[in-house]
């Protein structure tokens, strides 16, 4: 599921009441698509004068939609979130980010609630997969024996993929020897210019190095299956 505001809202009044006693103000929820993260409590560490110390203020919660996650994980992310707000609101300082009082908290929580909250939840490889196969393209990018490389995007279906491989590597339609296909999938618009198909046709570029694929994942073609590589700074954590 991917949780709305008001569903977000619900669980927080619900939790606040079960495991901090209903003493957590009340917060701005905010949802999220950017990468990197399920779920973050962001806020303002000010100055109180000049002898006293910070305060943290401004506080609002995010909660990332970008992935289409089970109920108990989006929950656990809630609460997650809500052991970051309770030590920033209360003004404490933990030892790290998830130092020993958040790890106390945690425990008290996944105790009392039977919950399984964790300081890093590393996505499944359904997960990782569903996230990046929604929205995605599959992108070849080839390289010729007189050095120029061109792209074509093909349709994200695995025969496709090979398919279209095998064909371009045996077929001799190209003025130049194709030496090598790297093959990538990424949500970059930048690719949604060039057409989803299966004709063989490529699309020479003059500067191949500045093709925006740093953070795309790499396809592994094999004998009969595509494995994704998943690309380790594309990951989702807390
Ligand atoms: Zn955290």
Do not use: C
Request: charged share 25%; proline share 5%; glycine share 6%.
């Amino acid at each position: 599921m991917k949780p709305t505001i008001e569903y977000i809202q619900t669980r927080f009044d619900e939790y606040n009441e079960r495991f901090f006693g209903g003493s957590l103000p009340p917060v701005p929820v905010k949802l999220s698509h950017a990468k990197g993260f399920l779920g973050k409590v962001t806020y303002t560490r000010r100055k109180q004068g000049l002898f006293r110390g910070y305060r943290n203020e401004d506080f609002v919660l995010r909660i990332n939609v970008r992935i289409d996650l089970p109920e108990p994980i989006i929950e656990d992310t809630i609460l997650h979130e809500m052991i970051h707000y309770y030590i920033a609101v209360n003004q404490w300082t933990d030892t790290s980010t998830h130092g020993q009082l958040f790890r106390r908290e945690m425990a008290r929580i996944n105790r009392e609630g039977h919950r399984h909250i964790t300081i890093s939840h590393r996505l499944s490889a359904s997960e990782q997969s569903q996230a990046v196969l929604t929205k995605g393209r599959v992108v070849a990018v080839v390289h010729f024996a007189d050095g120029k490389t061109g792209i074509k995007v093909v349709p994200k279906q695995i025969k496709h993929i090979l398919a279209w491989h095998r064909q371009a590597l045996t077929v001799a339609k190209f003025n130049s020897e194709i030496t090598h296909i790297s093959w990538y999938y990424t949500d970059d618009e930048y690719f949604s210019k060039y057409p989803s198909s299966m004709a063989l046709r490529i699309y020479l570029i003059d500067t191949p190095h500045s093709l925006p694929l740093a953070n795309a994942h790499r396809l592994i073609i094999g004998e009969s299956n595509v494995r994704l590589d998943i690309n380790p700074d594309n990951n989702l954590r807390w």
